[in-house]
């Protein structure tokens, strides 16, 4: 066999699983390199819900990708719509329109023929009633623009795409770590690449490169995000340490996006360093919409209800993290109970319990008794309670004349027993990377194309600065990921027949 691959794809994400299939749909010879072992491959990926944010109209395009919904679900759901112009609004507003245009229409364009395609790869999709939808008097209502998630979420997503990729006979090395490219000039002609231990030239017409951000690399944390970042505790996998950043800046590439952002959540405050430590998503504290936040102060801190919360979470871990000891307390009471997410009630939530808000700021330890119970009673005081609660809609029902009020799901905290979980800040991905164009070709500072290098995924510059909204980055790797393959693939097929004509 030819010593030379069409394709190689560095990563063993979403992003990266997509662009080979999706090489070797083109008719490739394609081989990925995923640095993680076997056991620990699909990076964040594999950590992930499994959301996807697509364009929709309702329960008829929904069935195309859930077939097997029944009447009596459809019946009982408004799944709403996410209009193309809902989704770039979003993608506008929530990064402070900042994104790139362009790529943001490749993503809002593509989404749902692309979840459509990775049905055609073995990706079972569901509606997402637990995370993304309420049940009001019996019927489910969907908000936030997410619905449907990959069956048996990121875990059950990558699984599912690792078995297309053997189905279609993808090669693929794990405990095989890409370190630089291989190259003449600005053509890239392969990888250097490290594998069990040993170092070797690979070669191939075209590369992708799919290997995530750098969030689990502290170094580079402290160097771009800032101070007191390498503290941070890392939620998904050990091994995006910006690898793939590195090697393509180092070729010529044009380094895009805001390199000083990333997308950092409340999480659990005593979580281990890496998310592969703890098992799949027991640091998660999402319910903030329904209580409060306070800092060590006892004072609150942010607008718990800004938004939904698939549009604040991903720029509040940074806002606990500036807070003093880069900590700070979730506080509920039994009347929000029941909404709280599953996670809450995992072992390993650092969670106190008390009959009286002052005992439970006794609890607390690190928090400031007195403060605490006199931001409460403010707090109740300030509540339009003649506004009525709503979860699935943003109800309005606000604090007046607050440092910082909460403007919608306001309620009292009065009713025992009160709960308080203490939270930290967990890195998710870094926003800051290459610039590509809309067919993912990696550009240099000039706006040119690199010959033969492509990416996709979370090591994509341009797309989200400040603030990210939930549920993107699956199908934003999806689409260029599969992009990516075919142009990929298009160029190595195109080279090698050239090579072929010219030997004939
Ligand atoms: C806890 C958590 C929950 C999330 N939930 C969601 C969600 O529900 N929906 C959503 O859209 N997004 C979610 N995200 C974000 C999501 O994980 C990312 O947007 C997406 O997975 C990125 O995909 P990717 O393929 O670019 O990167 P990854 O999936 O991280 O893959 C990167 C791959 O590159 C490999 N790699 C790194 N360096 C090298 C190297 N030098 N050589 C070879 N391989 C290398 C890694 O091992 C890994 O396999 C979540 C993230 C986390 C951490």
New binding site residues.
Partial sequence: MDDIYDVIV?????????AALSAREHGARVLV????PFE??????????????MVHHGAEDIKKIVPDLTQDEIDRTDFGEYSVETYLDDLFRITQYNIDPQLAEVIVLNSTDTVQWLRTRGVRFVPNYGRQAYNVNGRFKFFGG?VI?ANG??VGL?ESLYDACDKHGIEIRYN????SLLRTNETIEGVM?NIDGIEQNIRARSVVL????FEANREWRARYLGPGWDLAKV???R??????IQ?ALAAGAQSYGQWSGC?SVAWERNASEF?DDDG??T??RHSYPFGIMVNSEGRRFLDEGADFRNYTYAKYGKIVLEQPGSFAWQVFDAQVAHLLRDEYKLRGATKVKADTLAELAAKMQDVSVQNFVEEVEAYNASIKKDVTFDPNIKDGRTTVGLKFNKTNWANTLEKAPFEAYSVGC?I??TFGGLKIDETTHVLTIENRPLPGLFA????VGGLYYFNYP????????AVF?RIAGREAALRALDLAKAGAEAVA
């Fill in positions: 560095v990563g063993g994400g979403n992003a990266a699983l997509s390199l995923e640095r993680a620990k491959r699909g990076g964040n990926s594999a950590f992930t819900g499994g959301g996807f944010r997410v998630y979420g990121g990558v095989a770590r890409a370190l690449a799919a290997s995530g951000g939620r998904g996998t091994y995006n340490t910006g690898d793939g090697m997308h998310g799949h998503h640091g998660y967990g998710t991905f996709a995924g979370e090591l939930g549920s993107t980055g699956l199908m934003a790797g990921g």
